[in-house]
Nanobody, 123 residues
Framework: QVQLVESGGGLVQAGGSLRLSCAASGGTFSRLTISWFRQAPEKEREFVAGISWSGYIRYTDSVKGRFTISRDNGKKTTFLLMDSLKSEDTAVYYC?????????????????WGQGTQVTVSS
């Protein structure tokens, strides 16, 4: 069983930056794919970025060039550095993990989820 805990959310002005962290416990972290999803009010939860156990990275188009995902296997932690934030980035951000499936956008392929962290970008 894998437990995921997100941190680092908060309130930031448009154009600012935040770094989210997703700390994992249980399981074999180095074999997990970790992805970030977000859910804005009255919208579906959507894929943001993911990094596989082999280091393959994928971003959704709206965050390319602004967000950077990385992982530290020694610390069992995944990071999402968010720069040039926009009001439309406001959402609850969740990290999710799967074993062996890879970086995919379908929520159903992720076995484990964190509780989420709120990101609010003021314009």
């Amino acid at each position: 069983q894998v437990q995921l805990v997100e941190s680092g959310g908060g309130l930031v002005q448009a154009g600012g930056s935040l770094r989210l962290s997703c700390a994992a416990s249980g399981g074999t972290f180095s074999r997990l794919t970790i992805s970030w999803f977000r859910q804005a009010p009255e919208k579906e939860r959507e894929f943001v970025a993911g990094i596989s156990w082999s280091g393959y990275i994928r971003y959704t188009d709206s965050v390319k060039g602004r967000f950077t995902i990385s992982r530290d296997n020694g610390k069992k932690t995944t990071f999402l550095l968010m720069d040039s934030l926009k009001s439309e980035d406001t959402a609850v951000y969740y990290c999710a993990a799967n074993h062996g499936v890879g970086v995919v956008v379908e929520r159903s392929t992720y076995e484990y989820w964190g509780q989420g962290t709120q990101v609010t970008v003021s314009s």
